[in-house]
């Protein structure tokens, strides 16, 4: 059974930084593509970035390019979201996602919600102004 569990939410100040961690186990960590998705109160979920099973160039939304970074730990079973210069507009419940690259490839990237098979539970980010 994969599971994906997300910490390091939180309330911080326009401006500020966090560091969102998602712990995964289950399954064989380094097949897996690995998505961050969030969800703002009364809005659908979007996706916000993604790495690929191979580790290569991620990809984000272009709100976020410049200010997070997506990476992964293989060793560690853990990807992790690098948020700064957050804006109240990035307050959401952010979610992380997992699927295995086959039958695409190791460096393919997903960005849509029905293309992931496994979900965190979230982890809630708020930025004041």
């Known amino acids: 059974q994969v599971q994906l569990v997300e910490s390091g939410g939180g309330l911080v100040q326009a401006g500020g930084s966090l560091r969102l961690s998602c712990a995964s186990s289950?399954?064989?960590?380094?097949?897996?593509?690995l998505g961050w998705f969030r969800q703002a109160p009364g809005k659908e979920r979007e996706f916000v970035a993604v790495?690929?099973?191979?580790?290569?160039?991620?990809y984000y939304k272009d709100s976020v390019k410049g200010r997070f970074t997506i990476s992964r730990d293989n060793a560690k079973n853990t990807v992790l979201l690098q948020m700064n210069s957050l804006k109240p507009d990035d307050t959401a419940t952010y979610y992380c996602?997992?699927?295995?690259?086959?039958?695409?490839?190791?460096?393919?990237?997903?960005?849509?919600?029905?293309?992931?098979?496994?979900w965190g539970q979230g982890t809630q980010v708020t930025v004041s102004s």
């Open positions: 790495i690929s099973a191979s580790g290569g160039t991620p």
């Open positions: 996602a997992a699927r295995d690259h086959k039958p695409y490839g190791p460096s393919s990237l997903f960005m849509l919600e029905n293309e992931y098979h496994y």
């Open positions: 289950g399954h064989t960590f380094s097949t897996y593509a």
